[in-house]
């Protein structure tokens, strides 16, 4: 880690004028990530979660969005990521990832993965091409564009890690995605050379637990991964086929419930830190894994779920499961506490007048004002808003200092002072969930996505079995007909839709022929959203 002296406050304000500076990085020429407010998992590459713009003041809406479903059918516990292009990325446990519009919230695109329930955890990472990449429970890390047609998004390459994907990438100068899994493995993958279509893999390197903390990356090239057996590893890229170097590793002295690592490592000056099961947050040096300071908070169980956030002065914000947001000097002294009084699963999002904004157990975004620098002085909470569902996504801000936050109620809130609801999406448009019968043969399920402009619909599709496809045509006085494709079958107009809309009901039938390798099929359908 590159070691260099601190920085006074007002210097790193001035500074992100031409790119942040925290952990080693000028944002501004970080990895191969975009140049947007907000293009990955927590911020940067070294998941600092500091934007260089003021939040909003209150709890204003701008407009909210919905997957008409909740908790593990439609709810959302990843990150909201922004494109270059302002469009904003999030997968919902639904299977669908959506690229949705800031000015209103509106589908721009999306991408629905082979799994329907607890489908995404992986926070989208845009880079400077504007490919988008996530992992998914079904097994894929996927590289993804925006189609010139429709609005499924068009799949670059896909690259099939053959377990559960827990982590969000991060990306490195070369290109290199790196994330783990499941099965306990850090993958680093290289994408396709020039001429190919085929991504490969560099390197894995086996941990001793599940892999749910997200890879961090310094400018030196170092990457950080914590693990359920309670080890926070060191590593350092050697090219491909040659296994990577471990350059250290810090354990807490313990695995699992009691010691594992669930949270992801943040890169704060010189210091890595992380937080632990065990409940105390470590602050470690980035170059030898030595342990600088620990900080004890009061549970010794599952006691952290929240990564620390850094302040512009380089104080760090986090929220243990004891339920209290805590102020940490980079020496590791508690400066001040706001009691909220539940368990924080969400990783704070500060804003440049210092601004603390964080989510709850209980549903609650809070937003909170740091003490006035008096003696005495107390944290106040500036505004909060409850939604209906867990918060387990954090919140993210946006250049404009609008501020997004996904709920479990299948739901994400964008915030903002000086905008107004926007009228809600007419006619198809939304997430439907049904079933489909092919030829009378029992139900299978079935999810749609719309989008309806003044009674041209295009849609994208997937059923049970994890086929998916497009379809676009017309709606007039309550019925529509489509004509679509298969996903990687070169018949876009093999799919005949014929249906009707009653209320949030759709009902039809479809006719499935001469697409070849595909068998002629026949069926109806049933959706509400």
Same mark, same amino acid.
């Given at each position: 880690?590159?070691?260099?002296?601190?920085?006074?406050?007002?210097?790193?304000?001035?500074?992100?004028?031409?790119?942040?500076?925290?952990?080693?990085?000028?944002?501004? =020429?970080?990895?191969?990530?975009?140049?947007?407010?907000?293009?990955?998992?927590?911020?940067?590459?070294?998941?600092?979660?500091?934007?260089?713009?003021? &939040?909003?003041?209150?709890?204003?809406?701008?407009?909210?969005?919905?997957?008409?479903?909740?908790?593990?059918?439609?709810?959302?516990?990843?990150?909201?990521?922004? &494109?270059?292009?302002?469009?904003?990325?999030?997968?919902?446990?639904?299977?669908?990832?959506?690229?949705?519009?800031?000015?209103? $919230?509106?589908?721009? @695109?999306?991408?629905?993965?082979?799994?329907?329930?607890?489908?995404?955890?992986?926070?989208?990472?845009? /880079?400077?091409? &504007?490919?988008?990449?996530?992992?998914?429970?079904?097994?894929?890390?996927?590289?993804? %564009?925006?189609?010139? =047609? #429709?609005?499924?998004?068009?799949?670059?390459?896909?690259?099939? *890690?053959?377990?559960?994907?827990?982590?969000?990438?991060?990306?490195?100068?070369?290109?290199?995605?790196?994330?783990?899994?499941?099965? @306990?493995?850090?993958?680093?993958?290289?994408?396709?050379?020039?001429?190919?279509?085929?991504?490969?893999?560099?390197?894995?390197?086996?941990?001793?637990?599940?892999?749910?903390?997200?890879?961090? *990356?310094?400018?030196?090239?170092?990457?950080?991964?914590?693990?359920?057996?309670?080890?926070?590893?060191?590593?350092?890229?050697? $090219?491909?086929?040659?296994?990577?170097?471990?350059?250290?590793?810090?354990?807490?002295?313990?695995?699992?419930?009691?010691?594992?690592? !669930?949270?992801?490592?943040?890169?704060?000056?010189?210091?890595?830190?992380?937080? #632990?099961?065990?409940?105390?947050?470590?602050?470690?040096? #980035?170059?030898?894994?030595?342990?600088?300071?620990?900080?004890?908070?009061?549970? /010794?169980?599952?006691?952290?779920?929240?990564? +620390?956030?850094?302040?512009?002065?380089?104080? *760090?914000?986090?929220?243990?499961? /004891?339920?209290?947001?805590?102020?940490?000097?980079?020496?590791?002294?508690?400066?001040?506490?706001?009691?909220?009084?539940?368990?924080? !699963?969400?990783? +704070?999002?500060?804003?440049?007048?210092?601004?603390?904004?964080?989510?709850?157990?209980?549903?609650?975004?809070?937003?909170?004002?740091?003490?006035?620098?008096? @003696?005495?002085?107390?944290?106040?909470?500036?505004?909060?808003?409850?939604?209906?569902?867990?918060?387990?996504?954090?919140?993210?801000?946006?250049?404009? #200092?609008?501020?997004?936050?996904?709920?479990?109620?299948?739901?994400?809130?964008?915030?903002?002072?000086?905008?107004?609801?926007?009228?809600?999406?007419?006619?198809?448009?939304?997430?439907?969930?049904?079933?489909?019968?092919? %030829? &009378?043969?029992?139900?299978?399920?079935?999810?749609?996505?719309?989008?309806?402009?003044?009674?041209?619909?295009?849609?994208? @599709?997937?059923?049970?079995?994890?086929?998916?496809?497009?379809?676009?045509?017309?709606? !007039?006085? $309550?019925?529509?007909?489509?004509?679509?494709?298969?996903?990687?079958? %070169?018949?876009?107009?093999?799919?005949?839709?014929?249906?009707?809309?009653?209320?949030?009901?759709?009902?039809?039938?479809?006719?499935?022929?001469?697409?070849?390798?595909?068998?002629?099929?026949?069926?109806?359908?049933? *959706?509400?959203?």
């Amino acid at each position: 880690m590159s070691l260099r002296p601190s920085i006074p406050s007002w210097v790193l304000i001035s500074l992100t004028a031409i790119g942040i500076v925290f952990g080693g990085w000028s944002f501004g =020429e970080s990895a191969g990530l975009a140049d947007s407010p907000w293009p990955m998992y927590r911020h940067d590459p070294g998941h600092t979660s500091f934007n260089a713009t003021k &939040g909003p003041a209150t709890n204003r809406l701008k407009w909210v969005f919905s997957t008409g479903r909740a908790e593990k059918e439609g709810g959302f516990e990843n990150d909201v990521t922004i &494109g270059p292009d302002g469009t904003l990325y999030i997968g919902a446990n639904n299977g669908v990832l959506y690229g949705l519009d800031p000015a209103t $919230g509106a589908i721009r @695109w999306v991408h629905l993965s082979a799994f329907d329930t607890f489908a995404i955890y992986s926070t989208a990472a845009v /880079d400077r091409q &504007g490919l988008v990449y996530y992992g998914a429970k079904d097994g894929h890390l996927y590289a993804l %564009r925006p189609s010139a =047609e #429709g609005i499924a998004m068009e799949v670059v390459w896909r690259f099939n *890690l053959g377990t559960t994907i827990e982590t969000s990438p991060v990306i490195g100068r070369d290109g290199t995605v790196y994330l783990g899994a499941d099965d @306990w493995k850090l993958y680093a993958i290289a994408p396709p050379a020039a001429g190919s279509a085929t991504a490969t893999l560099k390197w894995t390197f086996q941990t001793g637990g599940t892999l749910i903390s997200s890879p961090a *990356l310094d400018a030196d090239g170092t990457i950080y991964i914590g693990s359920m057996d309670g080890h926070l590893y060191a590593l350092s890229d050697r $090219g491909a086929s040659q296994p990577p170097n471990l350059k250290w590793s810090f354990s807490t002295g313990k695995r699992d419930a009691t010691g594992g690592i !669930e949270t992801s490592p943040v890169l704060a000056g010189e210091a890595v830190l992380i937080g #632990g099961n065990d409940g105390v947050l470590y602050a470690l040096e #980035g170059t030898t894994g030595k342990v600088r300071w620990r900080l004890k908070t009061w549970f /010794d169980t599952y006691g952290i779920f929240s990564n +620390p956030a850094v302040g512009p002065d380089g104080t *760090l914000y986090f929220g243990p499961k /004891d339920g209290r947001l805590l102020a940490v000097t980079p020496e590791g002294k508690i400066a001040w506490e706001y009691k909220i009084g539940t368990t924080i !699963e969400t990783s +704070p999002a500060v804003g440049a007048d210092g601004i603390v904004y964080v989510g709850a157990d209980d549903g609650r975004l809070y937003a909170v004002r740091p003490p006035a620098g008096l @003696w005495g002085a107390k944290p106040q909470l500036l505004w909060g808003f409850q939604t209906k569902g867990t918060l387990i996504g954090s919140p993210v801000l946006d250049r404009d #200092g609008t501020l997004y936050q996904p709920s479990m109620d299948g739901k994400v809130y964008a915030f903002n002072d000086t905008a107004q609801v926007p009228k809600g999406p007419g006619g198809l448009t939304g997430t439907w969930y049904g079933h489909f019968a092919e %030829r &009378g043969k029992g139900n299978k399920p079935m999810t749609v996505v719309a989008v309806d402009r003044a009674g041209a619909i295009v849609a994208a @599709w997937r059923l049970g079995s994890g086929a998916t496809g497009t379809a676009s045509g017309r709606v !007039e006085v $309550g019925r529509f007909t489509l004509r679509g494709g298969v996903a990687g079958k %070169r018949c876009p107009d093999a799919l005949r839709v014929d249906g009707s809309v009653e209320g949030d009901k759709v009902l039809g039938r479809y006719t499935l022929e001469g697409c070849p390798g595909t068998t002629p099929a026949q069926g109806t359908f049933e *959706l509400r959203r």
